[in-house]
């Protein structure tokens, strides 16, 4: 499938430490999103970086794609424990009909404080 | 807030009672999506409508009825569910072609018993 693979699945680290969070998918995209969800709730939007995109910033946030190897990785700097949430990428295929997403199962981030 | 609304937010159903989910967006998207969301497993895409007409349904069971009465609004009709059912019901929404960014509500917690 398309779908795009989160790894570690949990991440644990101490408050003002990085979390770097990888994303592995099978096919060709146009573009690859994170996006972060708070326990029990829906996903907010972090970040898009399209297939012709090698790095992107976005406050914290640091995004990088290698569509060769077909994986994508978030960097969080300095983190906090308002960090803690799972976050997942969302790999986009073209259909018949429009864009679709596939999502993966997600890495549960945990922040110390 | 994203500016999706979805209610009820809990829900306990039997096996052979009949429930309806509801999500409404005021951004003036376009397309609209349901998503199954179960411990441990990626986010399912369930149906796409764009422009009120339903483009996707993957692979469905025919006791999810989806209704899409305008643009704004979305429905997820439930009727004699299985426990395997039970799971974070999610509703997104998307501004439309050219735009990938999508717009979760909070989602629906649904437990069937």
């Known amino acids: 499938s398309q779908q795009g693979e989160e790894d570690p699945q949990a991440l644990s680290i101490q408050e003002g430490e990085n979390a770097t969070m990888n994303c592995s998918y099978k096919t060709s995209i146009n573009n690859l999103q994170w996006y972060r969800q708070n326990s029990g709730r829906g996903l907010v939007h972090l970040i898009l970086?399209?297939?012709?995109?090698r790095e992107k910033h976005s406050g914290r946030l640091r995004v990088t794609l290698d569509t060769s190897k077909k994986s994508s990785s978030l960097l969080i700097t300095a983190s906090r424990a308002a960090d803690t949430a799972s976050y997942f990428c969302?790999?986009?295929?073209?259909?018949?009909?429009?864009?679709?997403?596939?999502f993966g199962t997600g890495t549960s981030l945990t922040v110390i404080p | 807030e994203t500016g999706v609304t979805q209610t009820p937010r809990h829900l306990v159903m039997g096996m052979t009672n009949k429930k309806s989910l509801k999500c409404e967006q005021h951004?003036?998207?376009?397309?609209m999506y349901w998503y199954k969301q179960s411990a441990k497993k990626p986010l399912e895409l369930m149906f796409v409508y764009n422009f009120k007409e339903q483009t996707e349904n993957n692979s469905v069971p025919s006791r999810f009825s989806p209704e899409c009465p305008n643009s704004s609004h979305l429905f997820l009709h439930l009727h004699t569910l299985q426990p395997e059912d039970s799971a974070l019901y999610l509703c997104?929404?998307?501004?439309?072609?050219?735009?990938?960014?999508?717009?979760f509500g909070p989602g629906t917690r649904l437990t069937v018993t």
């Open positions: 969302a790999t986009d295929a073209l259909t018949h009909t429009g864009n679709q997403f596939y």
């Open positions: 970086i399209r297939s012709n995109e």
């Open positions: 997104a929404s998307q501004p439309g072609q050219g735009s990938y960014e999508q717009y």
């Open positions: 951004l003036g998207h376009n397309a």
